[in-house]
């Protein structure tokens, strides 16, 4: 069992930056690859970034490649995502989870969830 809970979520300009950060506790945090995504209102929900159990492997979907960076320190189980260039096409609720295994891209392979953080980038 693993637990959780993302922070960092707020409002923000167009072109500015945000941090959001991703505590877990509860289990063996770096056995797991830990993704983002994010929801918009009536849109499905959206693969943003995802970074392997040790840290040496990441990926972006398109729409935030070259803008979001992902990163993890172990040593305190917590996963960060780094937003530039914010548009308001961001603008959702991102999510945290883990990945035991399975395929990164489908949401449904992910064991574990927060509760989410709210990204509103005005313009």
């Known amino acids: 069992q693993v637990q959780l809970v993302e922070s960092g979520g707020g409002l923000v300009q167009a072109g500015g930056s945000l941090r959001l950060s991703c505590a877990a506790s509860?289990?063996?945090?770096?056995?797991?690859?830990v993704g983002w995504f994010r929801q918009a209102p009536g849109k499905e929900r959206e693969f943003v970034s995802v970074?392997?159990?040790?840290?040496?492997?990441?990926y972006y979907g398109d729409s935030v490649k070259g803008r979001f960076t992902i990163s993890r320190d172990n040593a305190k189980s917590t996963v960060s995502l780094q937003m530039s260039d914010l548009n308001p096409e961001d603008t959702a609720v991102y999510y945290c989870?883990?990945?035991?295994?399975?395929?990164?891209?489908?949401?449904?392979?992910?064991?574990?969830w927060g509760q989410g953080t709210q990204v509103t980038v005005s313009s």
């Open positions: 989870a883990a990945l035991s295994t399975g395929h990164y891209l489908d949401s449904d392979e992910y064991d574990y």
């Open positions: 509860g289990g063996a945090f770096t056995s797991y690859h």
């Open positions: 970074i392997n159990w040790s840290g040496s492997q990441t």
